[in-house]
Every structure is written in C-alpha cells, then in structure tokens.
C-alpha cells in the first residue's frame, strides 16, 4: 500500500503552513520529513494520517493494505499519548477493544507486541513510574498491536535524552528491518533521518515546500557498520547545508513573532 | 592534552583560608505533622472546658465541652439523634443524588457538544449565581411544603456545581489523548469511556467535595425555614428555647457529618485516581 501526499496545502488562519507538497511513500518504504523548525512537518503528518483536513490537496492511499492489518495508518506520537489511567497492557489492548478480535486473540496479539519491544516484565504497570524510553515503547508496543502497515511518527524520540534515543533507534531499525512495515518519520534530527529513511524529504522554511528528496545510497544494515559512519556524517552534513540558513531564518522569525 | 593548572597558580588559592558557602535554600517547604493539629485541637477544648468549670463563662451562652458530650450522648440514647439525622440525611442524599446525576449529564454535554455548550453556559452563568435557598419559597409554592421543595433545592444547588466542574473536567482532558483514540479509530461511545470520562473524573471528584458543602448548607437552611425534623430544625428549635448545650450538640454532629462525608470522598479518590 502506498501513501501519496497529492500538492498538500495548509493554512491556519492567515498563516500559510504547506505549500504544494507532493511525495509518494512506496509500500515498506522509510520516508522521513525534515525540514527547519516550524515548517509544518508535523502538520504534513497529521494531514496523512487523517487528523487534520488540508486546504487544498488530498492525502490518499493506493492499493490494498495487508489483509491482517487492523489499523494501515498508525501513529506513534512525540508525546507517547498513553492514558495515564491504564496499565502497560491495558494501553496496548485500547486500539483493540473495538476490534473484532476474540479476548484470547487479543492477548496473544497484546504478549506479542510487548514481547517485541521488551515490555514484557511491565504489564501491569503505570505510565507513570516509566521512564521516558519505556513508556515510548509502550507506544510503539500498541502501534504494532494493530499490525500497521505504514508507521506514522512524528518525532517520537525527541522528547528523550540521547542515550534513550540510541536504545530505540536501534529498536525502530530492527522492527523495520524486514520491510513488511513502511513509515513516515518526522524528524528535526538529521542524524536520526539519515540512519532510518531510505528516502528523506527535504522541506522549506514556513510554508514548507518540497525542496529535495534525497536519497540514501545504502542499505539500513550497511549503515550499522563502524565504517559506514563517515558516509553517513557526510550525507547528514549534504543535508544540514540544504537546511542551515532557512534554519537560522525560522529562528528568527519565530523570535520575532 | 587537557590544560592543568599550574602548582603556582594553585598556591595562590591555597594561602587564603577556605570559608564554607552559605546557605541559602531554607524555608518554603512547610512539613505537615501528624499530631500537631490534634494536640492544638486538644489544648483548644481543655482550656474551653477549663473556662466552663471555672466559672469564666457563662454556660448558658458557651456550655462546656463535657455538657456538649452529654447532650449528644442523651440525645443518642433516646433515638432522637438518629431520628433528626435521618431526615436530614434522607434530603441530602437525595438532592445530592439528583443534582448529580442531572449536574454529570448536563456537563458532559456541554463538553461535547456544540449545541449544548453554547446554550448551557449561558443557562449556567446565569443561573448558578443566585443563592438557591432564595427559591425554596417558590420550589414550595410549585411542589407543595412536603420534602419536594427542600429536596428540589439541595438538587438544584448541586447540579450547577457538579455541571460546571464536570464541564470543566472533561475540557481538561488531554486533547492529544483524544486524538490518539481518533488516530485508533476507537468509537465515540468508547472515546468518552474510556478516555474522556477518567480524564475528566479528578476534577468531578474535586466537585464533590464542594456539592457535599453545598449539600449541606441547604439541607440545614431549608430545615430552619420549614421542617418538623431535621438536624437543622433541632438545632433552631433549640435555640429558641435557650439550649445552648442542644444547639452546639447538632452543630458537632454537622460538623462529625461533614467530616465523614470528606472521608469518604478522600477513599473515593484513593480508589478512583490510584494512577495519579
């Protein structure tokens, strides 16, 4: 299943947000969404995940999702958005409970989630006495839950400390790694773009445009390697030159606002 | 290779005598202690009790403490403790019960739905100021001077303190929550089960807190209008007959009453916000 953002255009009040955007994200394909800060990154996924209605343009999918797949669009959310109220499990049974799932099914399908972000000694706990990783596992736990077949993720480790942010980067390259799950990666970070995506769109300063589509000339488990560093230091600088003076104009634009 | 500093620059250092930083960051951190205010509570009623046998006051205005306990305690004896207090507790929970049904409902819609926030904030705004023992003369005139009107007015005084703090407790509600569930396809129905209705239940539970003080305030005005039984009836019929000891004996009993109702919503927030 693919998913087209078709000349996306958005506006909030008097303030042009997208102008124009077009890309395709190609079934099990990594895309990821960069661009300076402000430039509607987030707002571009909101519109392909179905929260927010463009201006002027459609987000639209083509071709069928996999049979299995509960929920084709899942989100995975900066903030986590788990319910304080509900336990490790509970969180992951929620975008179940609609579904036609059998209560024996849907606990197999909340163990094998757990089991695959290492959540399985935290079932019955609280958000709260989670630290920031693990509670973002807990989002990504209920994201698989539903077997998507496009992750959306909008900037789902930037509310974590670097370390944290290493552990489960390396836990998205693995859960990515078969190519059985595409994803639209928000990110700020061009580090993180350039280890994940296969493909990463280079957005303007407000109204964000497409400014480039770069692709990354090597395989995710070829950029694992110690050797591969410097390739991927130079494709993150190639980036950063396309970024860095919009990114100094945001910033002061967003000073003077 | 890092920059070290030099063994002369560190001597100059060394000549001067070391002198501690001073601390800054006392205060502000009040600790609550277990017994402090019992035992001020408890030095309270001894020198009360110590002006009463001392002859100091005059027990027919301020009775002692002792003469207190023994009106509760005849009163409790006789069954009429129980009987004035079972008309007032018949009212309150009624009224509460009614007032909050209706006061959950009514906030629910006004947190959901346009129609019914714009014309509910309205109505409420309005309305919510006025005293409602101001209409328990017209509640009489409507339903007859039987329970309904003083019932109808405890009601009344909790709907629009529930409806407010049920309003507000579900526009508290994380919107990224909601979306969340959207995101999910999660159904309406189960959107506001699960999601909007414990989200809004801390600042609900907070609401009961203040419709139990309301509650009780009416009940008690409302029975000292026009009531034959009922702690506030006891305690004005009492007045009028000059005894003092009968009249502070039904207010500690309000006061016993109130308290418990407090501890019961503090075990309801124990049970209910656990994850907090």
Redesign the interface.
């Known amino acids: 299943m693919d998913l087209i953002s078709d000349q996306i255009s958005h506006r909030f009040g008097a303030l042009d947000v997208l102008d124009n955007v077009s890309f395709t994200v190609r079934s099990g394909e990594v895309v990821a969404i960069v661009g300076p800060s402000g430039c509607g990154k987030s707002t571009l996924l909101s519109i392909l995940?179905?929260?927010l209605r463009p201006t002027t343009g459609a987000a639209e999918l083509r071709g069928a999702p996999p049979a299995d797949s509960l929920?084709p669009?899942?989100?995975v959310?900066q903030?986590f958005?788990l319910?304080?109220?509900?336990t490790v499990a509970e969180n992951v049974e929620?975008?179940l409970?609609?579904t036609a799932l059998g209560v024996a099914e849907r606990r197999a399908v909340i163990d094998d989630a757990l089991r695959r972000t290492g959540l399985s000694d935290f079932r019955g706990t609280?958000p709260?006495q989670l630290s920031g990783g693990m509670r973002q596992r807990v989002g990504i736990a209920r994201a698989l839950a539903?077997r998507p077949a496009i992750l959306l993720m909008d900037e789902p480790l930037s509310a974590l400390d670097s370390q944290t942010r290493e552990l489960l980067m390396e836990d998205f390259v693995r859960l990515l790694a078969d190519g059985a799950m595409g994803a639209v990666y928000v990110t700020h970070n061009l580090e993180e773009a350039v280890r994940l995506a296969d493909r990463i769109v280079v957005l303007s300063r407000r109204p964000g445009r497409v400014r480039e589509v770069v692709t990354i000339p090597m395989t995710r488990d070829e950029r694992g390697a110690i050797d591969a560093r410097g390739k991927l230091l130079a494709l993150q600088n190639e980036l950063w030159s396309l970024i860095r003076e919009e990114a100094i104009d945001a910033e002061r634009e967003v000073q003077h606002a | 290779m890092l920059d070290r500093a030099t063994p002369e620059t560190q001597q100059d250092d060394t000549e001067a005598q070391p002198r501690p930083v001073k601390f800054r960051g006392a205060g502000f951190t009040p600790a609550t202690s277990r017994y402090a205010g019992w035992i001020a509570l408890a030095l309270v009623i001894a020198l009360w009790q110590l002006a009463g046998t001392a002859g100091w006051v005059n027990p027919l205005f301020l009775p002692a403490p002792s003469a207190i306990a023994a009106a509760i305690y005849k009163l409790a004896l006789s069954g009429a403790l129980w009987q004035q207090l079972s008309w007032s507790i018949m009212r309150i929970g009624a009224g509460w019960v009614l007032g909050t049904a209706a006061g959950i409902l009514i906030g629910f819609a006004i947190g959901l739905s346009t129609l019914a926030r714009g014309v509910g904030i309205t109505f409420i705004s309005a309305l919510f100021p006025i005293p409602k023992i101001a209409l328990l003369p017209l509640l009489i005139l409507w339903l007859g001077i039987g329970e309904e009107p003083k019932i109808a007015t405890i009601a009344l005084g909790v709907f629009f303190s529930t409806a407010i703090s049920v309003y507000s407790g579900v526009d508290a509600v994380p919107r990224n929550l909601i979306r969340m569930a959207q995101s999910f396809n999660v159904p309406f129905h189960l959107i506001v089960r699960r999601v909007i209705w414990p989200g809004a239940l801390p600042s609900i539970l907070a609401g009961f807190r203040i419709t139990a003080s309301v509650a009780l305030l009416l009940v008690v005005s409302a029975e000292m209008i026009g009531a034959q039984y009922g702690i506030g009836a006891f305690v004005l019929q009492a007045g009028n007959l000059m005894q003092t000891d009968q009249l502070l004996a039904g207010v500690v009993i309000l006061s016993l009453f109130g308290l418990v109702v407090g501890r019961l919503i503090n075990w309801l927030e124990t049970r209910l916000l656990h994850w907090r």
């Open positions: 995940g179905g929260l929920n669009l899942t989100f959310f903030d958005a319910l304080p109220w509900s929620f975008p409970l609609h609280y709260k539903v």
